[in-house]
Nanobody, 117 residues
Framework: QVQLVESGGGLVQAGGSLRLSCIAS????????VGWYRQVPGAQRELVAT???????NYAPFAKGRYTISRDNDKATPDLQMNDLKPDDTAVYYC???????????WGQGTQVTVSS
């Protein structure tokens, strides 16, 4: 099993930046795709960005040009640099990793990002 803990969320003014990090513990071997998702109350969790083991990145339309996903293969988890934040970016952000050996996706507990206008 893999345990994930996010950090870096908080309160920021519109136009500001935050950097989210994700730390893994447990069996961190053979992790392939990693990503970030977000969720607001009453809505489904939505994709923010993913990065494959081959470093292919995929961004949601709202994230393109403002967010950057990266990964340190030693950590096997992603970071998310968020720039030019908007009030609509307010959500709980979740780290996700997919482990091939277990064929299972793991989630963190989420970190709150609040953007004030």
């Amino acid at each position: 099993q893999v345990q994930l803990v996010e950090s870096g969320g908080g309160l920021v003014q519109a136009g500001g930046s935050l950097r989210l990090s994700c730390i893994a513990s447990g069996s961190k071997f053979d992790i392939s795709t990693v990503g970030w998702y977000r969720q607001v109350p009453g809505a489904q969790r939505e994709l923010v960005a993913t990065q494959t083991a081959g470093d292919m990145r995929n961004y949601a339309p709202f994230a393109k040009g403002r967010y950057t996903i990266s990964r340190d293969n030693d950590k096997a988890t992603p970071d998310l640099q968020m720039n030019d934040l908007k009030p609509d970016d307010t959500a709980v952000y979740y780290c996700y990793v997919y482990q091939r050996r277990s064929d299972y996706g793991y989630w963190g507990q989420g970190t709150q990002v609040t953007v004030s206008s």
